[in-house]
């Protein structure tokens, strides 16, 4: 995804201010910064999700595989699916856990038979390592599982609508610290297939996972590069005074 020039509006508020990054297949990016930088701004930017609150504006450009996401006859719904979501409270339907993952592929079109439909809740459950604790259990409420497997449920289900890209925002903050590994884990196995963005407010966790980092202050994307780079030698010096704790 290619965004240029981005600036968000609530009302008055100038939350992202001309903002321009590259996000490719191989890699993890993070987006770090203080509460309130605009991180979560930003990334509902790339699957349209600010156009829900209805005093936000989004000037500038994100393109998708070349694709204007903000065109005017672009399908939103099929948007969502190229670009899925995991929010920061696990959120499954209050339906069964087959359901949770069946519900996309089915509006979607993408099972002929009962099947196929199997077999892409079972692919998707696979790839979120969450199958082998789950197969017994299909038809029970997604909500029934731990919050981590809830968490692991929910990227299954963006998974099995076969997204380019996943949207995570701060995916691990109401999880303890063994569901959290886990999903950390998962984020790194899942990396190559698709095109991952992860908001953490966790700046150990944009160290463990990502191979690039994006830091944002006050509206501004004020440094992005290797996330090595990023916290052994920044550039900019708001960078090091937030890594080395001086603010935030
Ligand atoms: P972060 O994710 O870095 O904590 P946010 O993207 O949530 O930051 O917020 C960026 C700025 O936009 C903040 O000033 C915040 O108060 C404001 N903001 C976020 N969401 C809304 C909203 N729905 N309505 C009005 N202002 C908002």
Not at 120 to 139: F, M, S
Not at 178 to 187: R, S
């Amino acid at each position: 995804m290619r965004a240029r020039d981005v600036h968000v509006w609530y009302g008055e508020t100038h939350a992202i201010k001309g903002v321009s990054i590259d996000i490719t297949l191989d890699e993890v990016v993070a987006f770090i910064g203080p509460s309130g930088c605009g991180k979560s701004t930003f990334l509902r930017c790339f699957n349209r999700m600010n156009d829900t609150v209805p005093s936000a504006r989004v000037t500038g450009e994100i393109r998708l595989d070349g694709e204007d996401i903000y065109a005017p006859d672009m399908d939103v719904v099929q948007l969502r699916a190229r670009v899925g979501m995991v929010f920061q409270k696990p959120n499954p339907f209050p339906k069964s856990i087959y359901e949770n993952i069946a519900y996309g592929p089915r509006i979607h079109g993408l099972a002929r038979t009962r099947g196929e439909l199997d077999a892409i809740v079972e692919a998707a459950l696979e790839k979120a390592g969450l199958w082998t604790e789950v197969r017994d259990r299909l038809q029970e409420p997604g909500t029934a599982l731990s919050g981590g497997q809830q968490q692991r449920l929910c990227i299954a289900r963006a998974i099995a609508v076969d997204p380019e890209v996943i949207l995570m925002d701060e995916p691990c903050s109401a999880l303890d610290p063994i569901a959290t590994a886990k999903v950390e884990e998962l984020i790194d196995e899942l990396r190559g297939r698709y095109a991952i963005v992860i908001v953490t407010h966790n700046m150990q966790q944009a160290a463990r996972i990502s191979q690039k980092t994006a830091f944002f202050h006050m509206g501004d994307l004020v440094e992005f590069g290797n996330t090595r780079d990023i916290f052994t030698n920044p550039r900019e010096t708001r960078t090091k005074d937030y890594i080395t704790g001086r603010f935030g």
